[in-house]
């Protein structure tokens, strides 16, 4: 597998794949950015910064998450959700047909290991609230701000 960070807007993505797919995207702070990006790896990271300077809604990059069946449907669920759209936990385990299966879609969700091109940023309380974000809630809001073209971003941040 070759590896390369990304800077973004967010912070640097590490980013994990081959020519078969991605397999890994996560967002932090210290990680330093990558001189030379792998080949194998070089369209996402030009989908990438184009979804960044809003010029991309959908990825077309094969992913290879690695997780139980359940986390996959889940996965698949996700990315599924149109782009500048949400659903809340509850509609999406109602949309996989377990209703009952909240905090499990809740926790597969929390498990994604492809950050953005698998959107679990997408997925919100039922009260329309930012819950959960393994990136922090800062990123999700940046994401669905981003996506609904109507951010503000303050130079000031919230406290």
Same mark, same amino acid.
């Given at each position: 597998?070759?590896?390369?960070?990304?800077?973004?807007?967010? @912070?640097?993505?590490? $980013? %994990?794949?081959? !020519?078969? @797919? $991605?397999?890994q995207l996560?967002? @932090?702070?210290? $990680?330093?950015h990558s001189e030379r990006i792998p080949s194998s790896l070089v369209q996402i990271c030009r989908q990438?910064?184009?979804?960044?300077?809003?010029?991309?809604?959908?990825?077309d990059i094969?992913?290879?998450? !690695?997780? %139980?069946?359940?986390?996959k449907q889940v996965w698949k669920a996700l990315a599924e959700?149109?782009? @500048?759209?949400?659903?809340?936990?509850? !509609?999406?385990?109602?949309q996989l047909g377990n209703p009952g299966a909240v905090r499990a879609v809740a926790s597969a969700n929390a498990q994604n290991p492809i950050w953005i091109l698998i959107p679990c940023h997408r997925v919100i309380g039922s009260d329309g609230s930012l819950t959960g974000y393994a990136g922090g809630l800062h990123r999700k809001k940046w994401l669905l701000d981003h996506e609904s073209g109507s951010c503000q971003y303050s130079l000031f941040p919230e406290k």
């Open positions: 597998m070759d590896r390369a960070c990304l800077n973004t807007p967010l @912070g640097t993505a590490s $980013i %994990t794949g081959s !020519e078969a @797919g $991605i397999s996560t967002i @932090g702070d210290t $990680i330093p990438l910064n184009a979804y960044f300077q809003g010029g991309l809604k959908d990825f094969p992913l290879l998450p !690695e997780g %139980t069946a359940f986390q959700i149109p782009f @500048g759209n949400t659903l809340s936990y509850a !509609e999406l385990a109602a």
